[in-house]
C-alpha cells in the first residue's frame, strides 16, 4: 500500500514538475558554509557572538548522550562549525535509527476520517531531519544515504506534501486549513524533501511544486461561504494574531530560504507581503525598559514578537532600518520561538545590528482595514504611551473581542487583555476566548455568540477612519456585526487628545436591557470617588466614566440609584496560577439607546495629584465635555442627532455659538481666550461647520477633519471618502494634508482642498 501511494504522488509530482533541477551540492540549505564561515571568523572577535557559540557547543555536547530529536540542529551546526566526527557520528546514528521507525503519525490524527496522517509533530521533525541530513551529507555512503532518505520519505515527506499539497491523496485545501499549518506541513515536508532531492526523485519534484505554492498561500483571498478571512491584510499583517503570524510566516520563508541557498541564482516568485513583514511587527511591538511587548489579541502573549519572519526576511533581501530597530528590540527577550543569537539560526542569521537606529522611520499609527486592527502611540519611545484596537474578525485563533482594545503605559499592560491559556484547558473555551475577557461592551449579560470562533463572523467588524495629528488622534471600531444578535449599533470611537483618551461608545439595541462595560487592569486597581485608579510600578491612570452617568461616588451604591454600580469579578491568571480581578460597570435602568463616555486619564506619575479637569456639559440635542489641562481648554460636543436617527434629515445643531452637523466636534483653544480663536480642531463626521457668519469648514460628504497649526502653517489631517473637496477657514501660507504639501486655492478666508485617492 505505501508503494503504491508512493508512485502515484511521484507521479503526481512529476506531472506537475516540467523538469526537476540539477542534483544539489551539501551543506547547502540553511547551515550554509559561508554563513558558518562567515560566523566562526566573527566569533573570534565578538564577545556575544563567541558566548552564543560557547552555548550553542556547549547544548550539542549534552546531547551526545541522548537521542533527542527535538535538537539536531545543534549537533549539525556544532559539527559544523568544528569539524569534530563525535558530532556527526552522533547524527549518521541517530538518523539511521530514525529511518527505521514505523510511523510518526499521531493517533489521533490518523483516527480521523479522513486519515490526516501529518502534523505540526512531524513538521518539527522534518526540520531537525532535513538540516542533519544536510549537515552529514557528505560524510555518509551512498548507501547510507539512500536508506535513510527512503526512510525520511516514508515518515514525513510523502504524508505531509500528499495530505496537503498533492494529488491525489490531498485532503486539505486553503479553505478549511489555509493557517500557519498549512506553511508549516508545506514548509517544513518541502524542507525535507529538498533535502533528501538527491537521492529520491519523486522529492525533488515535490520540494519544487511545494516552494512554488508558497505564493498561493501569501496571496489568499479568504472564503465567502466558510466566513473566513484573507490571509494577510492588504496593508501588511496577519489575523491570526502575533504568535501565528509569527510561526506561520516563517515556517514558508525557511522553505524559500532553504531554495534560493540551494539554488545559486534561482529566481522564485516575488511575495510583495515580505515587504511590510518587518513595518507590521514594529506596528505592534511596544518597546519598553528590558523585554518588550507585542498586542497580544487572540491566541498570543505579550511577550511574542516577529522576529523569525524578519530575520529570513532580512536574509533573503537586505536588513533594511525598520528590520533593524525592530530586531534590535526583540534581541532584548525571550521569546522561546525566536531565533536568539544563541540558537543555531540565530547566530546564523542574525544581522549586524550595531547600524539599527534609535527609532524607527515610521509613522506613530497605523490602520489594517483588512482585519480590523489599529495601533496609536505618542511616541517611538521605549516606555511611551500605545492604544491598540481590535474588531474585524472572529474565527481560529481569534477572540471574542471586537472594539477591545489594550493601553500600554510607561511599561505596562496598564489596560490589559487577560491573555491565554493552554487549548486544551476548559478556562481557555469557559473565558479567554469569551467576550468576558476583553475590554468590551456586553448587553444583557451576553456578548458576541461562542459559535463565531468555529464558523468565523458572518458580519464582520472593522475598524476605520484614523487620523493622527500629534496631540489629537482618532480611530473608529465599529462591533455592530459580530453583536449583531444582539445590537443594531455598537460603535466605539477613540479620541486621544494630549493626556486623556476618551473611549465614546455608541450603542443602540434590538429591544431594551442592560448595558454593560468590562475593564481589566492591568494593575492593582482601586475605586476612589468616581475613578477607578489603576497603577503597576511607575505607571498609573485613572478610569472615569463620564456618560450616561458617572461612577457611583462611593460604596454605598444605594445612595446614588440613578450612576453607573460595579461589581468585581474574577478570572483565571494567563498562567493558570490563581486567579485575578476585572472591573464590570452597569447600568441601573434598562435602556435600548445610549451613548457612553469614558476618560482614560494618563498619569505621568503614580503620585500625580493635579488631573485635568474634566466637567460635563450638555445642551439642546448634544452632550460634551470641558477639559482643562496644562492652559489649555478643550470643548467636546457629541451630536446627539448624528447616530442615524434621522434619515432624511441632516443633523444640525447650535453649541456654544457654533454650528454644526458633524457627529462630534472638538476645539481647543488656551485659557481665557475665545474659542473662534482656536487653530486645534476635530471634525467627527461632518460636512460643515459655522459661528455666526462665518463658515469655518464646508464639505459636500461628511469628512473626518484634525487640524493643527504651528509656526509652519496648517497640518490638515483628513479621512471619510474616496473623493474629497472641502473648505477650510486658514489664514496660514504653507498647507499640508495627510502629511504632504498641498496647494489650495484660496478665496477670501477660506482655502479649497480637493484629494482623489
Known amino acids: 500500500m505505501a508503494i503504491r501511494i508512493m508512485t502515484t504522488v511521484a507521479a503526481a509530482c512529476i506531472a506537475m514538475s516540467a523538469a526537476v533541477g540539477a542534483k544539489i551540492k551539501h551543506p547547502s540549505l540553511l547551515f550554509t558554509p559561508e554563513r558558518v564561515e562567515a560566523v566562526g571568523k566573527a566569533a573570534k572577535t565578538d564577545t556575544a557572538m563567541q558566548a552564543a557559540w560557547t552555548h550553542i557547543q556547549s547544548v550539542a555536547d549534552g546531547l551526545l548522550g541522548k537521542n ?41 490524527m490518523m483516527a480521523r476520517n479522513p486519515s490526516w496522517r501529518s502534523e505540526l509533530q512531524m513538521a518539527h521533525k522534518s526540520f531537525q531531519t532535513a538540516v542533519a541530513y544536510d549537515a552529514v551529507y557528505n560524510d555518509m555512503s551512498a548507501d547510507e544515504r539512500s536508506t535513510i532518505a527512503k526512510g525520511l520519505y516514508r515518515l514525513a515527506v510523502e504524508p505531509l506534501l500528499g495530505d496537503w499539497l498533492l494529488e491525489p491523496t490531498r485532503i486539505h485545501s486553503l479553505n478549511s486549513m489555509g493557517h500557519n499549518w498549512w506553511t508549516s506541513c508545506i514548509g517544513m515536508g518541502g524542507l525535507l524533501a529538498l533535502a533528501i532531492s538527491n537521492e529520491v526523485p519523486e522529492a525533488a519534484a515535490a520540494a519544487e511544486y511545494a516552494v512554488n505554492s508558497l505564493p498561493e498561500w501569501f496571496d489568499f483571498a479568504g472564503d465567502i461561504i466558510q466566513h473566513k478571512p484573507r490571509s494577510f491584510d492588504r496593508d501588511g499583517g496577519m489575523y491570526e494574531s502575533i504568535n501565528y503570524a509569527n510561526f506561520g510566516i516563517s515556517e514558508a520563508l525557511l522553505l524559500r530560504l532553504a531554495w534560493l541557498n540551494s539554488h545559486p541564482g534561482a529566481k522564485l516568485e516575488e511575495l510583495p507581503q515580505l515587504d511590510k513583514t518587518a513595518p507590521f511587527f514594529s506596528y505592534v511591538l511596544y518597546p519598553r525598559s528590558g523585554e518588550p511587548y507585542s498586542i497580544n489579541f487572540g491566541d498570543s502573549h505579550k511577550n511574542v514578537n516577529g522576529e523569525r519572519p524578519v530575520i529570513l526576511t532580512c536574509a533573503m533581501t537586505s536588513a533594511d532600518p525598520v528590520a533593524l530597530w525592530y530586531l534590535s528590540q526583540t534581541a532584548q527577550g525571550n521569546f522561546h520561538e525566536g531565533f536568539h543569537i544563541d540558537t543555531p539560526m540565530g547566530l546564523l542569521y542574525t544581522p549586524d545590528l550595531s547600524k539599527a537606529p534609535a527609532t524607527p522611520s515610521l509613522p506613530e499609527s497605523h490602520l489594517w482595514e483588512d482585519f480590523g486592527w489599529a495601533t496609536m502611540r505618542d511616541s517611538w519611545q521605549k516606555d511611551a504611551t500605545m492604544l491598540a484596537v481590535k474588531s474585524g474578525m472572529t474565527w481560529n485563533h481569534s477572540h471574542a473581542d471586537a472594539n477591545s482594545f489594550i493601553l500600554f503605559h510607561k511599561g505596562v499592560d496598564i489596560i490589559k487583555d487577560a491573555g491565554n491559556c493552554s487549548y486544551g484547558r476548559p478556562q481557555y473555551r469557559n473565558y479567554f476566548f469569551q467576550t468576558d475577557a476583553h475590554n468590551v461592551v456586553k448587553f444583557n449579560g451576553k456578548g458576541q455568540s461562542t459559535h463565531q470562533q468555529y464558523h468565523g463572523t458572518m458580519l464582520p467588524g472593522n475598524v476605520s477612519n484614523m487620523l493622527d495629528g500629534g496631540r489629537v488622534k482618532y480611530v473608529l471600531a465599529d462591533g455592530t456585526g459580530p453583536m449583531s444578535q444582539w445590537l443594531n449599533r455598537n460603535f466605539r470611537h477613540f479620541l486621544w487628545i494630549d493626556n486623556v483618551i476618551l473611549v465614546i461608545d455608541d450603542l443602540s439595541s434590538h429591544e431594551p436591557g442592560n448595558f454593560e462595560w468590562l475593564w481589566h487592569p492591568g494593575g492593582k486597581a482601586v475605586k476612589r470617588g468616581f475613578d477607578l485608579n489603576i497603577t503597576e510600578g511607575n505607571s498609573a491612570v485613572a478610569v472615569r466614566p463620564l456618560y450616561p452617568r458617572p461612577l457611583a461616588y462611593s460604596n454605598f451604591v444605594h445612595d446614588y440609584p440613578e450612576d453607573l454600580y460595579w461589581e468585581v469579578l474574577e478570572g483565571p491568571t494567563e498562567n493558570l496560577s490563581g486567579t485575578e480581578e476585572y472591573y464590570s460597570f452597569k447600568l441601573p435602568k434598562t435602556t435600548d439607546k445610549v451613548k457612553a463616555v469614558t476618560a482614560i486619564i494618563l498619569k505621568d506619575s503614580v503620585n500625580q495629584r493635579e488631573l485635568p479637569v474634566i466637567e460635563r456639559r450638555e445642551g439642546k440635542d448634544w452632550i460634551g465635555l470641558r477639559i482643562t489641562d496644562h492652559g489649555k481648554v478643550t470643548d467636546l460636543y457629541i451630536n446627539q442627532l448624528a447616530d442615524g436617527r434621522l434619515m432624511h434629515l441632516n443633523s444640525w445643531i447650535e453649541a456654544d455659538g457654533w454650528m454644526t452637523d458633524a457627529y462630534m466636534l472638538a476645539v481647543t483653544y488656551e485659557e481665557g481666550a475665545r474659542p473662534e480663536t482656536s487653530v486645534d480642531m476635530f471634525i467627527g463626521h461632518g460636512s460643515a461647520l459655522r459661528r455666526g457668519n462665518g463658515t469655518y469648514f464646508s464639505s459636500l460628504a461628511k469628512l473626518n477633519v484634525i487640524t ?20 477650510i477657514r486658514t489664514d496660514a501660507g504653507r498647507i499640508r494634508v495627510n502629511g504632504k504639501d498641498h496647494k489650495a486655492k484660496r478665496h477670501g478666508k477660506l482655502i479649497n482642498i480637493r484629494i482623489n485617492k
Not at 559539527?79 to 499521531?106: C, E, F, H, N, V
Not at 493643527?708 to 473623493?723: A, E, I, K, M, Y
Open 68 to 108: 533527542d530529536i527535538r535538537r539536531m540542529e545543534y549537533l549539525a551546526l556544532a559539527y559544523q562549525m568544528t569539524g569534530d566526527r563525535k558530532y556527526s557520528d552522533k547524527l549518521r546514528a541517530m538518523l539511521a535509527g530514525i529511518a527505521k521507525t514505523p510511523s510518526w503519525g499521531d493517533a489521533e
Open 708 to 727: 493643527c497649526r504651528d509656526n509652519n502653517g496648517l497640518d490638515l489631517h483628513v479621512t471619510g471618502q474616496p473623493r474629497m473637496n472641502f473648505d
